[in-house]
């Protein structure tokens, strides 16, 4: 963050700004506080609260996930069970390698359409 030639008048400053110059259980403490008031830092990298953040972002993650789960086959799901339950046997390689071609043909069938 600082570079490895920061002066360490540098370093004692941005210890003390992110409480690493506490003891280790106060930290812990300290951010278990934070997390049950909903406050969850500031991004090193944003400089933002991390709590603004995942509001932010958390509305294209729900929709990224209808999607996938709306894109799904339903009829597909006991055919998933039966694999996982009958493991390395021939009916779940049968079924991996049928699921493996159908990846396979979707996403060589947007090629096309690129």
């Known amino acids: 963050m600082l570079g490895e030639g ?3 008048a540098d370093l004692e400053a941005t ?8 003891p280790l259980g106060q930290q ?3 951010y278990w506080k934070g997390v049950l008031h909903g406050d969850l830092g500031t991004s090193l990298r944003y400089n933002q609260s991390v ?15 209808l999607a996938a789960l709306g894109g ?3 009829a597909f799901d006991p055919a998933g069970v039966h ?13 991996s390698v049928v699921s493996l071609f159908g990846l396979v043909v979707s996403q060589t069938s947007r090629w096309g359409r690129s």
């Not at 210890?15 to 506490?22: E, N, P, S, W």
């Not at 709590?51 to 996930?65: D, F, G, I, V």
């Not at 694999?83 to 079924?95: F, G, T, Y």
């Open 28 to 30: 812990y403490i300290n």
């Open 83 to 95: 694999s996982a339950l009958h493991r390395n046997h021939r009916d779940d390689r049968l079924i």
């Open 51 to 65: 709590s603004k953040l995942l509001a932010q972002r958390y509305p294209y993650t729900l929709q990224l996930t």
């Open 15 to 22: 210890r003390h700004a992110y409480g690493l110059d506490l």
């Open 6 to 8: 920061a002066p360490a």
């Open 72 to 74: 799904r086959d339903p």
